[in-house]
T-cell receptor, first 116, second 111 residues
Framework: GAVVSQHPSWVICKSGTSVKIECRSL??????MFWYRQFPKQSLMLMAT?????????EQGVEKDKFLINHASLTLSTLTVTSAHPEDSSFYIC????????????FGQGTRLTVV | ELKVEQNPLFLSMQEGKNYTIYCNYS?????LYWYRQDPGKSLESLFV?????AVKQEGRLMASLDTKARLSTLHITAAVHDLSATYFC???????????FGKGTLLTVNP
């Protein structure tokens, strides 16, 4: 199946700093990628839809100025958590799809963010 | 707003037993997914169900879809310890693969 690579796998940062997470589709092009957040023992919640060449679409309650999304190419989307706080500590997962009929969405390995 | 309800949320079962996890969703959808998640890991795709009456099987797991009832089931046959994980169903309501997830079922298979 298609491969989605996410980097880094884990990161620890100090409160007030910014962290960038990359999501790459390795063997297909993705005009749309998705960013999810998962708190411990909870389900995945969609944060935003990343659209290549245009602004991301954020879900209700997600601060677009805090979670900056850039989708500069058909294989790369980045999520930057700005001015991180301990409550931003979570597991962030991206997904992407080749987009052909009857194909599925593939998930990255996830990034464990810990803000201290 | 698309809502996905999964039950049970917690399932403890003995090896060798059978059980079913249920996934109900609120509005018409064209795709339903089942995923497995191990602790600290991302999601592993198990099944994609695309049409009414679809049934897919892989090893001890079998998934089915009833679009009229807006219900999918994940049936576990003769459970083994290696199946212990959290299982999520997710539903896509459009062509852009935006997914709404159920809360997940934490499955523990005891020897």
């Amino acid at each position: 199946g298609a491969v989605v690579s996410q980097h880094p796998s884990w990161v620890i940062c100090k409160s007030g700093t910014s962290v960038k997470i990359e999501c790459r589709s390795l063997d297909f092009q993705a005009t749309t990628m998705f960013w999810y957040r998962q708190f411990p023992k909870q389900s995945l919640m969609l944060m935003a839809t990343s659209n290549e060449g245009s602004k991301a679409t954020y879900e209700q309650g997600v601060e677009k100025d805090k979670f900056l999304i850039n989708h500069a190419s058909l294989t790369l989307s980045t999520l930057t958590v700005t001015s991180a706080h301990p409550e931003d500590s979570s597991f962030y997962i991206c997904s992407a799809s080749p987009g052909a009929v009857n194909t599925e969405a593939f998930f990255g390995q996830g990034t464990r963010l810990t803000v201290v | 707003e698309l809502k996905v309800e999964q039950n049970p949320l917690f399932l403890s079962m003995q090896e060798g037993k059978n059980y079913t996890i249920y996934c109900n969703y609120s509005t018409t959808s064209d795709r339903l997914y089942w995923y497995r998640q191990d602790p600290g890991k991302s999601l592993e795709s198990l099944f994609v169900l695309l049409s009414n009456g679809a049934v897919k099987q892989e090893g001890r797991l079998m998934a089915s879809l009833d679009t009229k009832a807006r219900l999918s089931t994940l049936h576990i046959t003769a459970a083994v310890h290696d199946l212990s994980a959290t299982y999520f169903c997710a539903v896509s309501g459009g062509s852009n693969y935006k997914l709404t997830f159920g809360k997940g079922t934490l499955l523990t298979v005891n020897p």
